[in-house]
């Protein structure tokens, strides 16, 4: 797979891949993201920590350009949120928690699909495929249905449709939910992999912190909308004792409780994505 695209003039006047200036969303009464403030560099693993409710899905729609903020601003690679949705689209991927193959189509027809959709020249095509699948370790997998793929092998294919526009900044929204010891730790190797190589700047959503403690270069926590702790994960365990877990963390700056959120749907979503990857 080739180095995601960075044009020098994006360089010179983005200095972060994401930033964001007292971004903010708003429904009714509910204030789901406050004033968030965030700076993330290029080429780094950041991790948005927090319990259910905590306003990371919420940021990542934003972030995304699938929800409009109320107020604030936020820049992904360089563009403008607002002013350039288009533009910020066209730099990021994405792979949601819930499945974005289809397990009816094999994994070089899912490929084609994605390389449609993200208007990659004919010609350039297969190429870009060949390479993916050979770069997520599935060249021998690429003719069979996806449905037939182990958990891990599917979340490699996902992220091989989210690189196969050459994107600067990767969001995965609980990339490993549902994976066995062995998968979880082939899709870290495949991210730290994206990071060093090609420069990608990757953005996830996680509830494991052994998770975040091996793969992040920088954490930030949410609470109630808005960042409790930032910090890279050793300093963060450390501003609480020689001893302490990023679950300690966690509780520290998540309430002091375990957290009994999710609604039904969400629940419902994460059991049936653990069932499908599993």
Same mark, same amino acid.
């Given at each position: 797979?080739?180095?995601?695209?960075?044009?020098? @003039?994006?360089?010179?006047?983005?200095?972060?891949?994401?930033?964001?200036?007292?971004?903010?969303?708003?429904?009714?009464?509910?204030?789901?993201?406050?004033?968030?403030? %965030?700076?993330?560099?290029?080429?780094?693993?950041?991790?948005?920590?927090?319990?259910?409710?905590?306003?990371? !899905?919420?940021?990542?729609?934003?972030?995304?350009?699938?929800?409009?903020?109320?107020?604030?601003?936020?820049?992904?690679?360089?563009?403008?949120?607002?002013?350039?949705?288009?533009?910020?689209?066209? !730099?990021?991927?994405?792979?949601?928690?819930?499945? !974005?193959?289809?397990?009816?189509?094999?994994?070089?027809?899912?490929?084609?699909?994605?390389?449609?959709?993200?208007?990659?020249?004919?010609?350039?095509?297969?190429?870009?495929?060949?390479?993916?699948?050979?770069?997520?370790?599935?060249?021998?997998?690429?003719?069979?249905?996806?449905?037939?793929?182990?958990?891990?092998?599917?979340?490699?294919?996902?992220?091989?449709?989210?690189?196969?526009?050459?994107?600067?900044?990767?969001?995965?929204?609980?990339?490993?939910? =549902?994976?066995?010891?062995?998968?979880?730790?082939?899709?870290?190797?495949?991210?730290?992999?994206?990071?060093?190589?090609?420069?990608?700047?990757?953005?996830? *959503?996680?509830?494991?912190?052994?998770?975040?403690?091996?793969? %992040?270069?920088?954490?930030?926590?949410?609470?109630?909308?808005?960042?409790?702790?930032?910090?890279?994960?050793?300093?963060?365990?450390?501003?609480?004792?020689?001893?302490?877990?990023?679950?300690?963390?966690?509780?520290?700056? @998540? =309430?002091? !409780?375990?957290?009994?959120? =999710?609604?039904?749907?969400?629940?419902?979503?994460?059991?049936? *994505?653990?069932?499908?990857?599993?």
């Amino acid at each position: 797979m080739m180095a995601a695209a960075k044009t020098d @003039s994006l360089i010179e006047r983005a200095e972060f891949a994401i930033e964001t200036d007292a971004l903010t969303k708003a429904f009714g009464d509910l204030l789901a993201v406050d004033h968030l403030n %965030c700076r993330v560099p290029y080429g780094q693993i950041f991790g948005l920590l927090g319990p259910n409710g905590a306003g990371k !899905s919420t940021t990542i729609k934003m972030l995304t350009t699938l929800l409009d903020p109320t107020s604030g601003s936020a820049k992904v690679a360089g563009f403008d949120i607002v002013a350039a949705p288009a533009r910020v689209r066209s !730099s990021i991927g994405y792979v949601p928690q819930m499945l !974005s193959a289809d397990g009816a189509l094999t994994g070089e027809e899912n490929l084609m699909l994605s390389a449609k959709l993200y208007a990659i020249p004919r010609a350039e095509r297969q190429p870009r495929i060949a390479d993916a699948l050979e770069f997520m370790g599935l060249t021998e997998f690429g003719r069979r249905l996806v449905k037939t793929y182990s958990g891990g092998m599917i979340r490699r294919l996902e992220l091989a449709q989210a690189m196969l526009h050459r994107p600067m900044v990767l969001f995965l929204d609980e990339p490993t939910i =549902g994976l066995d010891p062995v998968a979880r730790h082939t899709v870290w190797d495949r991210l730290r992999e994206l990071r060093q190589n090609y420069g990608i700047t990757i953005l996830i *959503t996680t509830h494991d912190m052994d998770e975040a403690d091996e793969l %992040c270069d920088e954490l930030a926590l949410m609470h109630r909308g808005q960042i409790a702790a930032l910090g890279q994960p050793a300093e963060l365990k450390a501003g609480l004792g020689p001893a302490a877990t990023l679950d300690d963390v966690f509780a520290r700056f @998540s =309430g002091g !409780s375990i957290q009994e959120g =999710g609604s039904y749907r969400d629940i419902r979503q994460t059991r049936t *994505t653990a069932s499908r990857l599993g």
